[in-house]
């Protein structure tokens, strides 16, 4: 478990299977305690007891199985509120309390921003709490997810929303890719500097067993192929040397159809 301060909330991040983060959200002035995307129930447990707090909510981005399995054992445990939205309540396990996407509301003195971001299904949202973004499975460290409902269009338009998040902005992600996106981008980014130093800075976490999660938005925008589209000298240098047209999107559709084949 690594924990990480931010100035009105504590975020415990717990690594679980082989490469999901369960995140717990402690709120500093008041005792809510959220559980992102729990794929499991037990490290959940063991993480509260240890830390001596009872969650209080549940927050699904998502619908599948490895960011909701432990919803049942922690609601039947803390008869705690699990919180999703509305467009997918009928495929979120004990869903109770349902939210619009791109609504805003607060749970104690956690102030949420809740952002529709469909593409990897249609359904998923991402939570913004102050200077930290929780956001499933859209983006991932270097990479997105891949678009299981949704159109390129949606995924686009979703990553582009995350993109206009303030730099220092902490992306806490459900997966442990960074490494192997970080692969995929080498291979169209070469020049990079920035993504140069990020796979030396990446490499040496990993090998020290530590997370590459948290990064930053601002991280992200420099190093991240499927945020590149929104430079247009990237997607100029791109189009060129792929034969497709240099318009963001059709940017964006090539490499993740590529990224899909890596």
Same mark, same amino acid.
């Given at each position: 478990?690594?924990? *990480? ?12 299977? $082989?490469?999901? *983060?369960?995140?717990? !959200?402690? %709120? ?16 959940? !447990? ?9 969650? =209080?909510? !549940? ?34 396990? *004990? ?8 609504? +805003?509301?607060?749970?104690?003195? &956690? ?9 990897? =299904? ?7 709490? %102050? %200077? ?49 996106? &970080?692969?995929?981008? $080498?291979?169209?980014?070469?020049? +990079? ?8 800075? %990446? ?6 067993? $530590?997370? =590459? ?23 100029? =240098? ?25």
């Amino acid at each position: 478990m690594w924990t *990480y301060q931010h100035k009105y909330f504590i975020v415990h991040q717990l690594p679980v299977l $082989q490469d999901n *983060y369960i995140y717990i !959200i402690q %709120d500093r002035h008041s005792p809510v305690v959220c559980v992102v995307d729990p794929a499991l129930a037990k490290p959940v !447990i063991e993480a509260c007891t240890q830390l001596n707090i009872t969650p =209080t909510h !549940i927050l699904n981005t998502h619908h599948h199985w490895d960011h909701t399995d432990g919803n049942q054992q922690l609601v039947q445990t803390y008869q705690c509120t699990v919180v999703g939205n509305q467009d997918d309540a009928s495929r979120i396990p *004990y869903i109770k309390q349902t939210i619009t996407a791109n609504s +805003n509301f607060s749970l104690g003195h &956690l102030h949420i921003q809740s952002l529709e971001v469909y593409g990897h =299904t249609l359904g998923h949202i991402a939570f913004v709490i %102050d %200077d930290a973004l929780f956001c499933g499975d859209t983006l991932f460290g270097a990479g997105c997810g891949r678009l299981f409902e949704g159109s390129f269009a949606q995924m686009w338009q979703s990553l582009q929303k995350l993109a206009a998040l303030d730099k220092p902005t902490k992306v806490y992600c459900a997966h442990e890719y960074t490494l192997v996106n &970080l692969a995929f981008a $080498q291979s169209v980014d070469a020049d +990079n500097i920035y993504l140069q130093q990020r796979i030396r800075n %990446d490499k040496n976490k990993r090998l020290h067993k $530590q997370p =590459t999660i948290p990064s930053t938005i601002g991280l992200e925008l420099q190093t991240n192929p499927f945020l590149r589209p929104l430079d247009p000298k990237f997607c100029s =240098t791109y189009s060129q040397t792929h034969a497709v047209e240099t318009k963001p999107l059709q940017v964006f559709t090539a490499l993740r159809e590529a990224r899909n084949h890596f």
